[in-house]
């Protein structure tokens, strides 16, 4: 228990840096880079707020908690579900081969479904799988060890969502997109801030630990998500009925 309150305690301190150190510096880089936001700092901020800039600063914060899950989950592995060192490494391993083969498919079927579709849709529906992953192995693979084997599949969703959030980010605020992209990637290193509190329902429900930081931010990220989709069809309704 001790050592998993040293963790939290590094792991708060470690996002703490990151985010004084080296997101508010890249943020500044992007301000810096763009002529026009450099000269108009205050308009670009209030264009971004009228164009639901919050909302996705919100999005971006869930994910940064649903990331917490990962520290977790080898302690979960070992102790709750029973597996073995070598068999935690096999499957950290398999989740590298994931990410590495379908990440050019993933992003072609970002680029595709991006031209077709809403991609806060593609979004939303993959973080409620990841949500429902997430919970049935954090109940079920103490009863089954086989279970875990649902792990395999994170690896491919996360890219997914971290490369669509991006995408959809640099679509949806145009002009202002590297300044927007800056701030997401700022406010998704702060999810790491409630580390110490996750760490505490560790050590009471581990089990429960694993489904607050796993399983409801993707829930939450969702919901939101598809609020944003909702939101977009309404504006192109109107648009259409405008013009």
């Known amino acids: 228990k001790n050592i998993f309150i040293i963790t939290s305690i590094v792991m708060f301190i470690t996002a703490l840096l990151r985010l004084l150190l080296i997101e508010t510096s890249s943020m500044k880089s992007h301000l810096v880079s763009g002529s026009k936001m450099s000269r108009n700092l205050i308009e670009g901020l209030r264009i971004l707020i009228k164009n639901r800039y919050l909302v996705m600063l919100a999005t971006a914060f869930l994910l940064g908690v649903s990331g917490i899950f990962s520290r977790f989950l080898s302690p979960f592995l070992r102790d709750i579900v029973g597996l073995s060192i070598a068999e935690i490494s096999i499957l950290y391993s398999m989740f590298n081969i994931v990410q590495l083969v379908s ?8 680029d595709v479904y991006t031209k077709r579709h809403s991609i806060s849709l ?122």
């Not at 990440?103 to 970002?110: A, E, F, Q, R, V």
């Not at 990841?130 to 969703?157: C, E």
């Open 103 to 110: 990440s050019i498919p993933l992003g072609h079927l970002i």
């Open 122 to 243: 593609l979004l939303g529906a993959s973080m409620l799988l990841n949500a429902s992953i997430i919970t049935m192995v954090a109940i079920l693979a103490p009863l089954n060890r086989s279970f875990a084997l649902l792990l395999i599949l994170l690896p491919a969703l996360n890219l997914l969502i971290n490369i669509g959030l991006r995408v959809f980010t640099v679509s949806y605020f145009g002009a202002l997109r590297s300044f927007a992209v800056a701030g997401v990637h700022a406010t998704t290193s702060m999810g790491a801030l409630i580390m110490p509190l996750i760490g505490l329902i560790w050590i009471l429900n581990p089990v429960l630990a694993l489904v607050i930081s796993g399983s409801v931010p993707n829930i939450l990220a969702a919901s939101i998500l598809m609020r944003i989709a909702s939101r977009i069809e309404i504006d192109k309704k109107e648009n259409m009925t405008s013009s």
